[in-house]
């Protein structure tokens, strides 16, 4: 029921698309194919004819290709906000939302986005599946595991879960975000595979929905997931740490392992209230002090 609760909250009113099991046929980077190159090509046709002109029927192979190639280097997220050489060419794996409304043709890439969500998401040929994954553009960049209270299990069995996945699949390597919730309490992790990468999510001391009939983590499915919030994370506040190595007689040591860090909802939230400020006092002072 809580499943089903936010898929429906995602595709009803943040316009995700629902997707079935045979639109996940990619078992080892589980990209939705159709979707990236939908994107690309409805948003850089003439980058897009160029690669064909030079690589024919090869082309999307190439640009899939050279996704898999940068991923040997970094992460997905790092990847999609920086945008994607194939061949020479640079191509835009998303549209962040346009900072003014003075370019048409950057507002109508933002609404060529493509968000989908796909509950049950068999991951493997065992059968084990995650509650639920979203993708932009077809490449994956959140997953959720959810447990309900009232069935016995809560936030703590959703971390376990996560600590218990196959760290050699992708699904749990690739996106960006793994948020682990109850009906009433969120963790989150960059890293799900040790239980104290998984911190407290939350708007405060005790979660309460704002909207009656709602689950007290109402503001998870009705503001974290949001396709503009999903946007912002990748377009400003993820962080990327590279990896702290010391090379000594022996060779390179590894002494940090690379790693993301996200913000904490009162920190997301406190940059949406400051920039709402900023923009209405301006409004009508126009002036800000």
């Not at 690739?174 to 799900?192: G, Q, R």
């Amino acid at each position: 029921i809580f499943e089903e609760h936010i898929v429906s909250h995602l595709t009803e009113k943040h316009k995700y698309l629902l997707l079935t099991a045979a639109d996940c046929k990619d078992k080892e980077f589980h990209f939705i194919t159709s979707h990236l190159l939908q994107f690309i090509t409805v948003t850089q046709e003439t980058k897009y004819n160029k690669l064909k002109e030079n690589y024919g029927s090869d082309a999307d192979r190439e640009i899939f290709e050279a996704l898999k190639t940068e991923l040997q280097r970094k992460p997905l997220w790092v990847i999609i906000r920086n945008g994607l050489p194939v061949r020479g060419i640079p191509f835009d794996l998303y549209a962040p939302k346009p900072r003014s409304s003075n370019s048409q043709t950057s507002f109508d890439n933002y609404n060529k986005n493509i968000f989908s969500v796909k509950p049950q998401f068999y991951f493997n040929d065992s059968q084990e599946s995650i509650d639920i994954v979203l993708f932009l553009n077809g490449l994956p960049v959140i997953t959720l595991e959810l447990k309900h209270e009232d069935e016995g299990q809560n936030v703590f069995d959703a971390v376990e879960q996560y600590n218990l996945r196959p760290q050699e699949s992708k699904i749990f390597s690739l996106p960006f975000l793994h948020i682990a919730t109850d009906t009433s309490e969120v963790k989150i992790a960059t890293n799900p595979f040790a239980e104290q990468n998984f911190l407290q999510f939350n708007e405060g001391l005790q979660n309460k929905a704002e909207t009656e009939g709602e689950y007290p983590v109402e503001f998870l499915y009705k503001n974290v997931l949001s396709k503009d919030w999903v946007l912002e994370y990748l377009s400003f506040f993820l962080l990327y740490i590279p990896a702290n190595q010391k090379i000594t007689e022996e060779g390179i040591q590894l002494i940090e392992p690379e790693k993301t860090i996200f913000p904490r909802y009162h920190q997301l939230r406190s940059n949406h209230k400051l920039g709402k400020d900023i923009s209405e006092y301006f409004e009508a002072e126009k002036r800000y002090s």
